[in-house]
């Protein structure tokens, strides 16, 4: 079965073709970065315009591309959810208005299901159960999971995701958003050891997480540094912050620390989610799994237990219309299909999904 995926959930438009027989046929993504980057985040109005402008002819590129056309297509996944509601209900019209008009079934995919499952469109991808870590820029989670649907949350972030946390701390050392590779490249100047930075939550027993008290403290550690004289603003908040910042090697080092303290804490609680249920198999999806930091971190402390991890190539790490297709896919094989309606929900519990009676490969 040939099925087309539609990503539209935030600021990637991103469209594949995913056969169940032969695998990923292609995919093109086209990313709003630069529309939003002037703003420091996303604005919700220009991401949905913007995903009506080029939606259709990365279409017609990627169909001219592969040598096919509309009829060839069998099945249409759309993002139903979580995000922004204006963007997903251009996926969501688009995709249906398709469907309709050719004849075929559509389905509204979850968004985080599909990074869930973006690691098996990979060759060495993993059998069920395992436990999946999710780290995006809304979501940080840590799931069992035991079949496609089959999702036991186990803990998650109290209040900032990892990527937000990894925006604003960005923004705190003037880099662009999205902030998460930004820090990364700026980290690898930094020296080790020179801050340390608190881990947070990994004292107390659970598998949820906090970041905001980290973000705190890295904007107390780049005002403490601040080479223009200057007060910390009355509130924490990020736009309120507009100060001086440290010279270039002190950035570099608080970056360094920030990073080494995310990426710890998430870790330590990859290992103690995979102890708890006693598996030995973690997936890392969502825009902070493309971390290279992360990757290597988890490699090696999985290595010591007996574990292992796996993940996703870079681009289907971040939003992309891959692994949406290839999560509608499962859904349309195991016979379920959406009515004519346009439904999107900007907020879903993963585990409201259905479940699939036999876990797909
Ligand atoms: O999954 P995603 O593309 O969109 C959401 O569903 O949110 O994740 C975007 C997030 C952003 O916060 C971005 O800063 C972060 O993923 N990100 C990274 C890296 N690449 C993207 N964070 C850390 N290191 C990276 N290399
Ligand atoms: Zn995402």
Request: net charge negative; charged share 20%; with cysteine.
């Amino acid at each position: 079965m040939i099925v087309l995926g539609i990503e539209t959930s935030c600021d990637e438009t991103g469209i594949a073709l995913y056969d169940s027989d032969r695998g990923l046929l292609g995919h093109e993504l086209y990313s709003q970065i630069k529309v939003h980057s002037e703003y420091g985040g996303v604005v919700p109005e220009l991401a949905s315009r913007d995903h009506v402008r080029k939606l259709l002819p990365l279409l017609d590129n990627l169909l001219k591309r592969l040598g096919l056309s509309k009829t060839d297509i069998e099945g249409i996944a759309y993002t139903q959810g979580p995000g922004l509601v204006g963007a997903l209900m251009v996926g969501a019209c688009t995709g249906q208005a398709l469907a309709f008009s050719l004849g075929i079934p559509a389905i509204g995919v979850h968004h985080m299901e599909g990074h869930l499952l973006a690691p098996m469109l990979e060759d060495s991808s993993p059998e069920f159960p395992f436990i999946a870590l999710l780290v995006s820029g809304g979501h940080t989670q840590l799931v069992r999971v035991d079949g496609i649907g089959h999702y036991k949350l186990l803990g998650e972030s109290l209040d900032d995701a990892a990527g937000e946390a990894f925006d604003k701390a960005a923004k705190m050392l003037d880099l662009d958003y999205p902030g998460g590779p930004n820090i990364a490249r700026y980290a690898l100047k930094g020296t080790p050891g020179r801050f340390k930075f608190p881990r947070p939550m990994v004292d107390r027993p659970g598998l949820d997480f906090s970041f905001s008290g980290l973000k705190t403290y890295t904007l107390n550690t780049v005002t403490e540094h601040a080479q223009v004289a200057s007060s910390k603003p009355e509130n924490d908040s990020i736009d309120a912050f507009n100060i001086g910042l440290p010279d270039e090697q002190t950035c570099a080092d608080i970056a360094y620390a920030f990073q080494d303290a995310v990426v710890d804490t998430l870790v330590i609680k990859c290992r103690r989610a995979l102890e708890q249920e006693g598996l030995s198999r973690l997936i890392i999806a969502g825009g902070v799994s493309a971390n290279e930091c992360l990757r290597e971190r988890l490699e090696q402390a999985l290595e010591k237990v007996g574990s292992s991890v796996f993940y996703a190539r870079h681009e289907f790490c971040t939003d992309n219309g891959a692994m949406i297709a290839y999560a509608g896919c499962q859904r349309l094989l195991a016979q379920q299909v959406d009515g004519l309606g346009v439904k999107v929900k900007a907020r879903w519990p993963l585990d409201e999904l259905d479940a699939l009676e036999v876990p797909c490969g």
